[in-house]
T-cell receptor, first 113, second 119 residues
């Protein structure tokens, strides 16, 4: 089982649609969670951190479920510019040799006019 | 905000040559930098962790003699791909954290990546 798993997609949605991605992680000791966005042939860019209480940034909402070990990203009112690959990223427990980020394989989103 | 600069953005080299990639933190001191590699349609894979003033820590399966890492200052880490071969063609990305590791929780900021093509 992969440490961080995502549905690779692609998710093809029309403009204005609401789309949700899930991501599961295997290490219950994971401490921090992030969603990154990566455009084709570009570096990943931080979209948002994911907090235990859930958090929202404009059209984007992230949630964390520690009991089930998954995080989610909801995008409302999709724009053409939202087309990208969304990477689920998990950080291990503090102060150990594995204190670094593990990336999911990414979920590709394509928003159509 | 924090900026990580990577150079060059792309490079084409002949098989057998060496290529050096630089990663700089522009407005913060990065005690730790990470080097990733990404093949087409695959996720980022951590290659090594670069610590300022000490030897890099390599992930399993990554040859330390082939991928030389030097982190000589708090703002610069370099990755040298020695005796490059076509199978080394990939997208190499560095990243850095500007919070001490023992505080955790900080996201990483990435350089713009280097696309290496070995012919």
């Amino acid at each position: 089982r992969k440490e961080v798993e995502q549905d690779p997609g692609p998710f093809n949605v029309p403009e204005g649609a609401t789309v949700a991605f899930n991501c599961t992680y295997s290490n219950s000791a994971s401490q921090s969670f992030f969603w990154y966005r990566q455009d084709c042939r570009k570096e990943p860019k931080l979209l948002m951190s994911v907090y235990s209480s859930g958090n929202e940034d404009g059209r984007f909402t992230a949630q964390l479920n520690r009991a089930s070990q998954y995080i989610s990203l909801l995008i409302r009112d999709s724009k053409l510019s939202d087309s990208a690959t969304y990477l689920c990223v998990v950080r291990g427990s503090f102060n150990n040799a594995g204190n670094m980020l593990t990336f999911g394989g990414g979920t590709r989103l394509m928003v159509k006019p | 905000g924090a900026v990580v600069s990577q150079h060059p953005s792309w490079v084409i080299c002949k098989s057998g040559t060496s290529v050096k990639i630089e990663c700089r933190s522009l407005d913060f001191q990065a005690t730790t930098m990470f080097w990733y590699r990404q093949f087409p349609k695959q996720s980022l894979m951590l290659m090594a962790t670069s610590n300022e003033g000490s030897k890099a820590t390599y992930e399993q399966g990554v040859e330390k003699d082939k991928f030389l890492i030097n982190h000589a200052s708090l703002t610069l880490s370099t990755l040298t791909v020695t005796s490059a071969h076509p199978e080394d063609s990939s997208f190499y990305i560095c990243s850095a954290s500007f919070l001490p590791e023992d505080r955790g929780g900080s996201p990483l900021h990435f350089g713009n990546g280097t696309r290496l093509t070995v012919t």
